[in-house]
């Protein structure tokens, strides 16, 4: 029962909320030790909030999900493992830890409250909207950054956010392109507006803008990550090429987690950054 409610509360899913520290890294504020607590309580809160959120969709598509076999095998609602009455329980507790904690943190409460609102709609609404869909993931990446920039009063600048926001635009590009693949597109309304060439036009134009931005960073305000370049490029293509070939069903972070070489270059990359604001 234990393992099911972990999977309901998706918890392998809140390495997403890394992205909050991002201002706390590049704002050189990684040895005041204030901060960096203040930093892993919104990391935290916002593990949190995903994982109501994260109910809350299952609990909106449960019935549709019974139809796609391999979201089914990995749905604990849709297949069974949990209770619909257990699930309504659990998002109800999530859901109200999560007011009460954003209601406890003002400097937040701004992103915090329109993440929660945000994908509530995504999962009413949004996520059946062509491109809307899409954007929406997005701005949910860029409300988790300016909540890290904002509980350590830091600027989230605009090369920040346009960063931010075109990374989160290829991987959720990537992803929408698989279950283009996967998905029947009756059993899915909003990829019946799509087809292959547009996931493929947005995931090369997100990826080229990101590395664009991150070399114009790097060019104009931090010269010493520059070998940290080839190193982000290796991430992106090892990503984009195993998530490809990979014939399973398993998500993004599933396919992340499996994949020793491209943790490795991932924790290389972020230590590289780390101390190149320490030293």
């Known amino acids: 029962m234990f393992e099911n409610i972990l999977n309901l509360i998706r918890y392998k899913h809140w390495i997403k909320n890394l992205i909050i520290f991002a201002p706390l890294i590049f704002s050189d504020n990684l040895l005041d030790k204030s901060k960096v607590i203040d930093v892993l309580i919104v990391f935290f809160y916002f593990c949190i909030f995903s994982s109501a959120i994260y109910i809350f969709n299952d609990l909106c598509d449960y019935q549709s999900d019974k139809k796609i076999s391999f979201k089914k095998a990995k749905k604990p609602i849709a297949n069974g493992d949990i209770s619909l009455p257990l699930a309504k329980n659990i998002f109800i507790f999530t859901m109200v830890l999560s007011i009460v904690l954003i209601y406890l943190t003002p400097s937040i409460r701004l992103p915090a409250i329109s993440f929660l609102i945000l994908n509530i709609l995504y999962s009413i609404k949004l996520k059946h909207i062509v491109i ?19 509980i350590i009063e830091v600027e989230f600048s605009n090369l920040m956010f346009a960063t931010i926001f075109s990374a989160a635009l290829f991987l959720i590009s990537l992803k929408r392109q698989k279950e283009f693949s996967l998905i029947k597109k009756l059993q899915r309304r909003v990829m019946v507006d799509y087809n292959k060439n547009i996931f493929i036009f947005l995931i090369i134009t997100s990826l080229s803008v990101t590395l664009s931005l991150y070399a114009i960073y790097i060019i104009n305000f931090n010269k010493d990550l520059i070998y940290t370049f080839p190193l982000l490029l290796f991430i992106f293509f090892r990503y984009l090429v195993i998530y490809i070939k990979e014939k399973n069903e398993d998500s993004p972070v599933e396919i992340f987690l499996k994949d020793y070489i491209s943790i490795i270059a991932s924790l290389t990359f972020s230590f590289w950054i780390l101390f190149s604001y320490i030293y």
């Open 132 to 150: 809307v869909d899409l954007f929406t993931v997005c701005l949910s990446y860029i409300l988790r950054v300016f909540s890290g920039a904002l």
